[in-house]
Structure formats: structure tokens, C-alpha cells
């Protein structure tokens, strides 16, 4: 039992008296084979001949790291102002979005669900979005509502465009209320998915005047960005140059916000703005694997100029400002040139920890390929590449990409394979250090192999995800974040006095 004066949490309180006698009784009904036929079967796991197996597999995914569509539509979703977030789903996978998106933010997630059971399995959920519409519009007042489904929905062939009209036309929503909407099937695809079909979705439904005579701005698209200092960044950036710049959508607030009185809506991009958002004259995506539907809207039916841009470590912020120069038609401002500066520094300071150092990056496809790009322009070698949810044309991207460095001829492209993979090559082709989101620390332990926790989810650490981690400011902290874990990894090393802790003082 718990004393309320002393309050025992965490791994403390599984290791007191009545915690380890339930372990112990456990154990007879586990129904385990030998300690010693364990050990002989997980160390056969490290071995080459269970690697070759391993990459045969088919049947199953095993530690994929990522998520379902629907997740990537919820941001969407909070990324405009006074949005609701509406789940067509059942009430569990909702609470899943939202804990999802709690754990790694620290910060409230707000999204409703129509809680669709049994009977709406067997005999459709018409009745339960009419009824949940109804309900969020009085219970929390958005002033728009974006609709995207779970697997259930999907599998039963609900018909979202019917059942948004239905709602209007007998009087559970004003007819005039916007609701948009987007079939986000939890089965295919992944989170990105998800996130472009409800921002393509939004933009083909909301913009209705498109205006041949284009505005002088530039549409800024994050794609699903969780570390929320760089969507200021990339408007800082396009403001710099004088750019009239909107970000769609803008979530950067909405799970960054101060202490004090809690509001259900913060920041977001405005509805009218979105509305407008086709007059503009061109857009930039900062995540070009992520948005493909949107561009190909923006491109083919908008007819604005788009560009493809990947501003993560110093070549890709490159990219990014001198897009920004040609359209403005302004030269780079020196306080740009400055942080280019202080970044360019930086990387000479710490060039000789990170040079020759093999790393396996993993992660969403943009994010992998900028991640890489930047460890070789540090002088890193990317001896695996690997992204579990790899659309079309990424394998290719991320061998041009690696086919940069000196090391290219060791370095491999690992697309559509999951971490038990991964797992794999880090016994049978081992590296110095893993680059990627939380569910790399069973590998660490696992392989004995440091990770950086760069991506997303990261569930483990606090408040990384208030920083940026692109353009020339993002640069910064990436560096930081992978030199200081090799520092940490040398002190780790450099324990034993007079041993091991040779050459390595206070002064590196």
C-alpha cells in the first residue's frame, strides 16, 4: 500500500516487497523454457545466419515506428484556428491520438470522437456522426470541424461527403457550417498519409474562388513537423526577406503554449486565410514525401509555383534561402548570412568528433533524408538508412543523398524495413552510434549502441520538441544534440583512473 506522505512512483515502486513477490509467483505460470535455452536462442538472434532469415520475413511487422492516418489528420487539424479535431471512429483509437500526441508534446490534445460500437460496425455510423457533429458544435464551439476516419469506418464503407451533407440537411448543423473532411484509413499508409489527404482535402474544400491574377505570397507548408520551433523559423526566415508569408497549416501553438488559464483552441492558422490560400502565388513544402497530394493540387488545380524543400543541416538550408532570395528577388539579409555564420563555425569546431564515426539513422522519409544529408556534411558515415514507412521514389532520394559521402559504397538504403531488422544489421554490421525516435531504446539496450534521440515520437525526454531542427538555427541544435551524446559517450568510456581516463580531461 501507499504512504500519502511518502508517494513511491515509477520504476521505485515495482521494486518494493509486494511488487517482487507477485513477480516471483508469476513465474509458475509462465510456463518458460530453460534459462540457459533462452540465452542460446537470443544469442543465435545476433548472429548472421538469423539476419538472412530475418530480412525474409513477410507475415509480419515487427517494431515499425509509426503511426496511422488518422494521426497525421488530427495535426492537420489543430494546425487551423478554433478547429475541432472529429474522429468517424470508435472512442479507443481517439484516446490513443490524442495520449499519442499528450506523451510526446507534455501538453493537452484536443480531439472527439462519435465513439462508434458494435451496432455502428453492423449497421453504419450515419446516426453517430449526425449526433456527434451536433454535439461538439454546442458542447465546444468550434468554428470548424475537420472529420477524418479509423479503420472501422473505412472497412463498413461509410461515405463521409453523404453523411457531412445528411447532418446539414436535417438541421444537426447549420448549413453554412463549415465541416471538412477526409477518408484516412488506419490500414495503409502511415501518419504522413494521413496528414496530406486532410490537407489536401481542406484546401480543395474551402478554396472555391481560385483567381487567375496571384497574390504576391507564399504559402509555407511544415508537413507533419513535431519539433514546433522550426515552423517559426521557416516564417522568420521568409519574413526576413520581406516575404508575405502564411503558414497552413500552423500547429506550432496549439501544444506550445504558457502556464495559466487553459484554452481549448491556441493559435492555428485562420479559416479565411486557408479560404484564400489558393490565390497565393506559390507554396513551399518543407516535407516533400509528406505532402504529395498537396502539391500536385497546388500545382495542377491552383496553378501556383511549388517547391520542394528539405531545410535540415547546412545544404538543405541552402536550398531553402536561396528559393526564398529568387522569390523575393532580394538579396540575403545579414542576419541570415549570420547564422549561417555561427552554424558554418560550429560544424569546423566539431567536425573531428563526428568524422568517421558510422551511424544508422531511421525515421519518416523527409526527416531520414535530411537527417543523413547533415551527418555527412559533418563528416559522418550512414551506414544504414532506414525508413519503415517509405513511399515511392525515397529509396532513390536516399541513395543520392549517400552517394555524397566518401563512405557511399558502405552505405545502404533499407526502405519499408522495420526496427527488428535494424536490429539485426546492428549486430551483423555494427555502427558507433543510432539515430532516431524513442523506440530505438530497446535497441540501445539491446546492441549496446548510443541513440540520439532526434524524431518523433520521443517520449523518453522532455522538451525537445520546443527547438527547431531546421534551417541554420536548427542546425545548431542538431549538432549539439549529436556531439554532447558522443562527449557522453566518450566520458562513459573514460571511467577507470589512471586506466582509461587517459588524454580525456575537462578540456576536449
Known sequence: MQNPQKI????DLFLQPEYDETFKNKKAFEDMPEVQ??????????????C???FKREAITINQAKACQPLGAVMVALGFENTMPYVHGSHGCVAYFRTYFTRHFKEPTPCVSDSMTEDAAVFGGINNMKQGLQNCKALYEPEMIAVSTTCMAEVIGDDLNAFVDGA?????????YPVVFAHTPSFVGSHLTGYDNMLSETLKQLCKTISKDKKERLNIVPGFETYLGGIDEERELAEAFGIDAVVIPDHGEQW?????????????????EIKGACNAKAIVTMQPFT??????????KFKQQTFEARPIGLSGSDELVMFLKEFSGKDVPESIKRD???LVDAMQDSYSYVHDKKFAIYGDPDFALGLAAFVIEMGGEVTHLLCNNAPEGWAEAARAVLDRSPAKDSSRVWAGKDLWHLRSLLFTEPVDYLIGNSYGKELERDTGVPLIRIGFPIFDRHHLHRYSIVGYK???????????????????????????????????
Open 8 to 11: 513511491v512512483i515509477g520504476k
Open 37 to 50: 535455452k533462452v540465452k542460446e536462442i537470443a544469442e543465435w538472434t545476433k548472429s548472421k545466419e538469423y
Open 52 to 54: 538472412d532469415l530475418n
Open 168 to 176: 446539414k440537411t436535417e438541421g444537426y448543423l447549420p448549413e453554412d
Open 256 to 272: 506550445n503554449t504558457g502556464a495559466g488559464e487553459y484554452k481549448m483552441f491556441a493559435g492555428g492558422t485562420p479559416i479565411e
Open 291 to 300: 505532402t504529395p497530394k498537396t502539391l500536385k493540387i497546388c500545382k495542377n
Open 340 to 342: 549561417r555564420a555561427r
Open 474 to 508: 536548427g542546425g545548431l541544435n542538431l549538432l549539439n544534440w549529436i556531439v554532447n551524446k558522443i562527449l557522453d559517450t566518450i566520458d562513459s568510456q573514460t571511467k577507470e583512473i589512471a586506466k582509461t581516463d587517459f588524454s580525456y580531461d575537462l578540456v576536449r
